[in-house]
């Protein structure tokens, strides 16, 4: 094959990939969005006319999902190039550095056992995402369904993964056929097909018999919508919440249990030890309070805890003040119980509100990696998931804050380990405008 070709059929790849997203495109077009890469990869492991195999390989991998994370993520670049970049250089290397890895054991046990390792490469790949300290799990191929719940409900079985597993499987049995000369395609053809049909009709009979459980309440979701990049930072707090309750008071009926803020939806930094008496939260308690005494308030904030001393690794010297603080990027419940439960994210954004690896980096260079850790330096987490229990007990909410969403693992932890039975994903999305991003999003979450 042409260098030329090599280029096409990879930067399709790519294209195809994007094309699949959910609000870009469609779905079904994953199934084969692999197929010209790996026409391209063929060559690399088997050795046909090729200089530097491996090296070739990591270099079309790349450029092929180089453009597949650039077209779907540009709107990261909305909030500033830099992050665009570190994800499309970073998001394509680690999955060009996984293909060199598969087409090298390829070509040491050869083309057709090679064949079924991809399967399990990619899948500890995407493992690796949701796991390691330098997170990305937008772009796990499962998604690309997100916005197809009819062919997807076998999700609950097998989680995202096993959508990533299906992608796989049927981009390479589509490979395999269209390797076959074309007299024979359609009768081999049922290989393919029904790898795709058999998942499809599985989940649409699963569709037709799902049945509502539980209790039905009435919840309502408002976003102030006030523009984050300034006005968030210039308006007076008790002016933005005062639109958030003027929002609010037209949606509350009598029959209303939950008002349900965006993430961070109050920006400053309260004090965690004197959370009840925060006049901010006094000011919303009495508008709960208003709209029934049965009303609970889940909404997002931004916390400190103070120490004497260096207490933990995120904390940091309020310099000249006389002591250390963590930052938290919190949800908090509202009702009628006298203490406040607070929640801290724990899935953090690189750079928006952590320096990875703090652990290694921060013997090497002190301090200075708390203070890069993003706009307001490295948040502080928890380890365990907890929920807002109601005040008549009935309800356990999992506060899910913002892309915590796209870790289902960890979202189900609310389930196994805290008995979660409703989920309340708050988020701020105006960082990216009106795009594809926050409808991603939206899409994720209820996957």
Known sequence: MK???????????????????????????????????????????????????LGN????????????????GWWISLAHWSGLV????????VEALLLTLWVWVTRQIGERRGMWALPVFWLMHEWVLDSWDMEWP???????FADMPLWI????????????????????????????PRAQWLKRSWQPAWMIILPVVASAIMYGKWKEKGEAIEVVVVQPNIEPYEEKFSMPVTDQLRIFMEES???????TYYIVAPETMIPQGLDEDRITDEPLLRMLQSFRKSEGEEVHMVLGMNTIRRYREKATSTAREARGRGFYYDV??????????????????SKLVVGAEKMPFISVLQPLLGEVVIDFGGISGTNRTQSDREVFVSDDGRFRAAPIICWEAEFANFVADYVRDADANIFFAITNDGWWGDNEGHRQHLHYARV
Request: proline share 4%; charged share 10%; hydrophobic share 55%.
């Open 3 to 53: 260098r030329s070709g090599r280029y096409s059929l990879a930067v399709l790849s790519g294209i195809l990939l994007s094309l699949s997203w959910p609000q870009a495109g469609f779905g079904p077009l994953v199934l084969s969005a692999l197929v010209p890469l790996l026409f391209v990869l063929r060559d690399f492991w088997r050795n046909v006319d090729v200089h530097r195999p």
């Open 249 to 255: 008071r037209k949606l509350v009926t009598d029959s």
């Open 138 to 144: 937008w772009l796990k191929l499962g998604y690309a």
């Open 153 to 180: 409900q076998w999700y609950s079985w097998t989680g995202v993964y096993g959508g990533a597993l299906w992608v796989i499987m049927v981009n390479l049995l589509l490979f395999k056929w269209l390797q076959h």
């Open 328 to 345: 938290f990027n919190t949800a908090a419940q509202l009702s009628n119980a006298d203490s406040i439960p607070l929640y801290h994210k």
């Open 57 to 72: 390989t990591f270099f079309y991998s790349w450029l092929a999902m180089a453009v597949f994370n650039g077209l779907t």
């Open 86 to 93: 570190a994800v499309v250089f970073i998001a394509a290397s």
